[in-house]
């Protein structure tokens, strides 16, 4: 992929509408990540107004973090709107392997066929229901065991899924990416994958979801490398990451951008 940059552009010139059914863990970084990417985000969870709202967003990102019953009624009713409008769909599936509540949901919105699903290595095996080590919301299993996992799901949805960790993984079940844009502070700060799935979302607004996503992911963990470069920790990372997605230019995502063909 030789045209990374001119996805970010692109983004920034729509300035996408994405709307956000999240945990709540994660509502306020997830909307502060998405504002400093150049997208403007909206939370909208409510039963009686996500699908209608979805008829007015670009883009919807799913997120099962915190999720209770009514939430995952939003959720398939706003999933079927983008459905409906041909508008794109990222589902995070938060430890989906942990409760029969997330299994549930977890099944229940992967067969509306998300147009992304971004997850960590032992959430995408849970969700295809592999044998994962995960704890909670953290990743206990390497991203190359997930590679099967993601293209099987992908090969299901006819979508794309994304691994992330150390090294991401993109698959559209036929064709692969690897990223290796990131630093090892990112997972020691909490919801910053929630709010890279807002930006997926955003991404994918108007672009080809395969390309849409592996610029997402390089774009973001580029921001992560910029921002450990700047931090004492995790507490002074957050807001040099937020800066740094702000910062980040299409040209410098085009020399930054470490991609390879998997
Ligand atoms: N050890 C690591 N080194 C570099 N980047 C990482 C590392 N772990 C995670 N990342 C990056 O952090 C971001 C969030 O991914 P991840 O931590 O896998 O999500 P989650 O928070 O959902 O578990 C991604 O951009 C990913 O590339
Ligand atoms: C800690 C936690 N618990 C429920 S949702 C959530 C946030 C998870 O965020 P991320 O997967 O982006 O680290
Ligand atoms: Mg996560």
């Known amino acids: 992929m030789n045209d990374i940059g001119a996805h970010l552009a692109a983004m920034r010139n729509t300035a996408p509408l994405v709307q956000n059914i999240t945990n ?25 107004e996500a699908a209608e709202f979805a008829g007015l967003a670009q883009a919807l990102s799913v997120n099962i973090g915190t999720l209770d019953p009514d939430w995952v009624t939003a959720m398939e009713d706003a999933a079927r709107v983008m459905n409906d ?9 938060v430890a989906v392997g942990a409760t029969a509540l997330r299994r549930d949901a977890g099944a229940r919105l992967l067969a509306l066929k998300p147009s992304v699903v971004r997850g960590n290595a032992s959430e995408v095996m849970a969700l295809a229901g592999a044998d994962a080590a995960g704890r909670g919301a953290d990743a206990a299993d390497e991203v190359a065991s997930a590679e ?19 090294v991401d993984y993109v698959t559209d079940g036929a064709a692969a990416y690897r990223i ?34 592996v610029a997402a992911l390089a774009f973001y963990g580029l921001a992560g490398e ?12 957050l807001p040099a990451f937020i800066d740094a997605l702000a910062g980040v230019t299409p040209e410098a995502l085009d020399r930054g951008a470490k991609v390879m063909g998997a």
């Open 24 to 48: 709540y863990v994660a509502m306020n970084v997830m909307a502060n990540a998405l504002l400093a990417a150049g997208a403007s985000p909206a939370m909208v969870h409510a039963r009686e």
């Open 226 to 237: 910029e921002a450990a470069a700047r931090a004492q920790g995790p507490g002074s990372f």
């Open 85 to 93: 409008a041909g508008k794109p769909w990222v589902l995070d599936p």
């Open 148 to 166: 099967a996992a993601a293209r099987d799901i992908a090969t299901r949805t006819g979508g794309v899924v994304a691994v992330t960790g150390p």
């Open 180 to 213: 290796e844009n990131g630093s090892a502070m990112m997972p020691r700060v909490t919801a910053l994958g929630c709010a890279l799935s807002g930006v997926v979302a955003g991404f994918a607004v108007g672009q080809e979801p395969l390309p849409a996503t």
